[in-house]
């Protein structure tokens, strides 16, 4: 099965900060990377999604934005960050095509003050 | 946008009782899945069920799909205070879909 890393594991930073959110992958390769927020006591949304190195989706219009410089690793950035952007953010992949479960990495809690 | 909208939203139970969990959704689908949360962690895939298929065991879990209902049921049998979590279902639209969509879940509590 395939190991998800996060980092940080909490984040605390003042408004109009720039953000960068890391995430890798091991036990896999050419996995499908995604990037998810999960507001308190709700379900996921999914703000980007990845095929390939270089290929990024976006499923929402924000203030965030995905790099995928390698196989595995899958980055979130912000320049300036919005009170409206904490939560709590979650990196999955699957090997292979969606029909796959999805393995999650541990999550990020952001906070934006 | 969330597809599977789980029922009920919150959940107590004693140890030892069962506990049943729903899940609807609007189109069609490839597959469901369900995942298990503990609080403040990442998710954990439990179990898969493709559209053909009714029903799937897993250890204490058991999983049924109604594709004519749209509805999705997960059961735990003889819950312990471990299975505390909130439980999410997800849908598949398609084989060559890539995203899944997530309800908003169900939180269950075992009281020991």
């Known amino acids: 099965s395939q190991t998800i890393h996060q980092w940080p594991a909490t984040l605390v930073q003042p408004v109009g900060s720039p953000l960068s959110l890391e995430c890798t992958v091991e036990g896999t390769s050419n996995p499908n990377l995604y990037w998810y927020r999960q507001a308190a006591g709700r379900g996921l949304q999914l703000l980007f999604y990845s095929v390939g190195i270089g290929q990024i989706s976006s499923e929402v219009p924000q203030n965030l934005s995905a790099s995928r410089p390698q196989d595995r690793q899958f980055i979130l950035s912000s320049k300036k960050l919005l009170l409206s952007d904490s939560g709590f953010y979650l990196c999955?992949?699957?090997?292979?095509?969606?029909?796959?479960?999805?393995?999650f990495g541990p999550g990020t809690r952001l906070t934006v003050l | 946008s969330q597809q599977g909208e789980e029922d009920p939203q919150a959940l107590s139970i004693q140890e030892g009782e069962n506990a049943t969990m729903n899940c609807s959704y609007k189109?069609?689908?490839?597959?469901l899945q369900w995942y298990r949360q503990n609080s403040g962690r990442g998710l954990v895939h439990l179990i898969l069920i493709r559209s053909n298929e009714r029903e799937k065991h897993s250890g204490r879990l058991r999983v049924t799909l109604d594709t004519s209902k749209k509805s999705s049921s997960l059961l735990i049998t003889a819950s312990r205070a471990a299975d505390t979590a909130s439980y999410f279902c997800?849908?598949?639209?398609?084989?060559?879909?890539?995203?899944?969509?997530f309800g908003a879940g169900t939180t269950v509590t075992v009281r020991a």
């Open positions: 997800a849908t598949l639209p398609g084989s060559n879909d890539y995203k899944l969509s």
């Open positions: 189109t069609s689908i490839n597959n």
């Open positions: 999955a992949s699957t090997g292979g095509k969606g029909y796959n479960e999805q393995f």
